[in-house]
């Protein structure tokens, strides 16, 4: 085929966000449909971080639009250089802003992204409107492209901006919004920038939510631990350094979990990065400094001694945040380990030395937790992947494939399930684990009573990357770990289960995208010599429509379905349904899962009180 220069193409800016808009946002599914909307609000929170904005306002429009607006400064109007409105110009051109130079923002959150203009290429319409120099401006756009030239509609006292956009549905897999989604974004948004009003408007549901905290970060973690048995009152750190800001705070409870929410410039720290490096160095050497100084026989902690029971949030604000990683949200500036190192030191060792029965407290909980943790080592030695093929559970039915990247292990629920299963499946690269009925709830048993858990010691021999702190995702057997259970109540709370012990124990396994759960089939339909499998309610009741009377069968388990089957419906790469298991909200998750799985019975009756009119299915 002839290659010449007549062949190169050159794409403006916004045909290049609609020609590979994964690029820019990650993707066109449900995590990329909402970054659009993050975009539009972090532009509203960063003048917020300026001094210049204190209300926000999120609404979800019954036509499939969303709309933002602050009263900030409002975006710029005045013509450009470039011969075109500066507003224009930061709608239409990719890294177009005021936020390289640090003349107007110190700070920012959207740093993290490429701005407004690939909303707009990204929409199918989208409509701002500026309120600036004592006049209100409008223009729409289609497709990125300007439809109106910017218009004067009137004249106003205040100041701000009105952002509406609906997302193009020749781009994105679904153009609907998630209330839960939007909601608990925009809550944590209010804890990281404490006096900032956000309001929320779903007109879809007729839902309306405020969002507001005078106290930032500090009543953060009182709502992360509001269910759990807490060690003290909240230590909280505010302090800048140079052109840093850190403000953090600690609590420790009698738990056996932690809990680190790091954030740089708003941005969530999924894996990390410098700056909790340097708070966990930092508390380490203050616990072990005060430890030294106040008790006798002190026996020094180490930081996986410290980290059991700990919940922690961390935010740093820098002009030039710089990230890597999986997610691309690990912080990575060096300096910042340092500066959040001294800070946490000084200031826990100030704290412990003016609060010393919590001192000792919290001390006592660490020197407990690494007792415990010696007296585990044997039991975690049993567990840990050896080269040795006799350290696999007997009765893991492994996958002749020495590539893990291809290989898939199901963990199925009975001896019935796990048999079809093992006949069903491709023995090159698909291993099944049956588990005995419903494992150990984690969330109430200790990690001594986990481990010795018959079916959670075969989970992790067979993945073979450790557990817990020691996880290691690098040593993980299988690509693909699917969770494979009945399409039931009882199904469904043995799936529950394990996602709460892969939370709590494998969590990289969820971050690194290796967690699946199967979808089987909730009915087959026989119409003639026709047959069709079908995997839900609504979808059964289209089929039915379309060939009306059929012979309809309900599978109440997997066992029902003979290997072809089950291979044909669940576990045919070509044919099959996977739910990846993804974590859009920590917060969220630890939340929920303390508040589900959790010892406290009245704050579970309570949640699902609050939420029973949002169950849509429910076996009876």
């Known amino acids: 085929m002839e290659y010449s220069a007549e062949h190169i193409e050159v794409l403006s800016d916004l045909e290049a966000v609609r020609k590979r808009p994964g690029m820019y946002i990650g993707g066109i599914g449900i995590r990329g449909l909402h970054h659009l909307l993050w975009e539009v609000v972090d532009n509203s929170i960063d003048e917020a971080l300026a001094g210049h904005c204190n209300r926000i306002k999120v609404i979800l429009h019954e036509d499939g639009s969303a709309s933002v607006e602050d009263n900030g400064r409002g975006i710029p109007t005045e013509m450009h250089p470039l011969g075109k409105s500066a507003l224009e110009i930061v709608l239409t051109k990719l890294h177009a802003g005021g936020k390289f130079s640090k003349k107007a923002y110190k700070v920012s959150g959207g740093l993290h992204g490429v701005g407004i203009s690939v909303v707009n290429a990204l929409s199918e319409w989208l409509e701002v409107y500026v309120r600036r120099n004592g006049k209100i401006y409008f223009q729409r756009y289609e497709r990125g492209r300007p439809v109106t030239e910017l218009k004067i509609l009137g004249e106003t006292d205040e100041t701000g901006t009105l952002v509406r956009f609906k997302p193009d549905e020749e781009i994105f897999e679904t153009t609907e919004f998630r209330y839960d989604i939007v909601a608990h974004r925009l809550r944590e948004l209010a804890f990281l920038t404490k006096g900032v009003r956000i309001e929320f408007i779903d007109e879809r549901k007729n839902k309306r939510e405020v ?296 969590r990289p396994l969820i971050e690194y995208g290796h967690l699946y759960i199967a979808q089987p089939p909730l009915y087959r339909v026989k119409k003639g010599k026709k047959t069709y499998y079908v995997y839900s309610d609504a979808e059964l009741e289209d089929l039915m429509k379309r060939i009306g009377n059929a012979d309809v069968q309900r599978y109440k388990g997997l066992g029902e379905m003979n290997p072809e089957q089950l291979w044909e419906t669940t576990m045919n790469p070509q044919n099959r349904v996977l739910v990846k298991v993804a974590l859009e909200d920590a917060a969220m998750a630890e939340e929920l899962i303390t508040v589900l799985m959790g010892e406290d019975v009245e704050d579970r009756r309570r949640f699902i009180m609050e939420h029973s009119k949002e169950v849509r299915n429910l076996d009876v």
């Open 211 to 506: 969002f507001y905290s005078e106290n930032g970060i500090l009543d953060y973690i009182k709502v992360l631990n509001k269910t759990k048995p807490k060690l003290h009152e909240p230590i909280y750190i505010q302090e800048g350094s140079n052109s840093t800001d850190v403000e953090i705070a600690i609590q420790f409870t009698d738990t056996d979990h932690e809990v680190v929410l790091a954030y740089a410039n708003n941005i969530h720290n999924d894996e990390g990065g410098t700056h909790v490096i340097g708070f966990r160095a930092g508390l380490t050497r203050a616990l072990n400094e005060y430890g030294k100084k106040k008790l006798k026989k002190y026996t020094p902690l180490s930081g996986l001694d410290i980290r059991e029971g700990l919940t922690t949030i961390i935010s740093v604000k820098l002009p030039e945040p710089q990230f890597e990683g999986q997610t691309k949200t690990k912080l990575s500036n060096s300096e910042v380990k340092s500066i959040v190192e001294s800070i946490v030191y000084r200031r826990v060792l100030e704290w412990l030395e003016e609060h010393p029965d919590d001192a000792n407290k919290i001390i006592e909980k660490c020197q407990t937790t690494r007792r415990a943790r010696e007296a585990a080592k044997r039991a975690r030695e049993l567990v840990k992947r050896k080269s040795d093929v006799a350290t696999l559970p007997g009765k893991l039915a492994d996958c002749s494939s020495r590539n893990p990247e291809e290989r898939e292990l199901f963990i199925v629920e009975g001896e019935s399930a796990g048999g079809s299963a093992k006949q069903a499946r491709d023995r090159r690269f698909q291993a099944i684990l049956p588990i005995r009925g419903k494992i150990i709830n984690v969330e109430k048993a200790g990690m001594v009573k986990v481990l010795k858990n018959q079916e959670v010691k075969a989970i992790i021999s067979a993945i073979g990357a450790g557990m817990g702190n020691e996880f290691d995702i690098n040593r993980i057997r299988y690509g693909k770990v699917i969770i494979m259970t009945d399409a039931d109540v009882d199904g469904a709370h043995i799936r529950t289960l394990l996602l709460t012990f892969f939370y709590r124990y494998m």
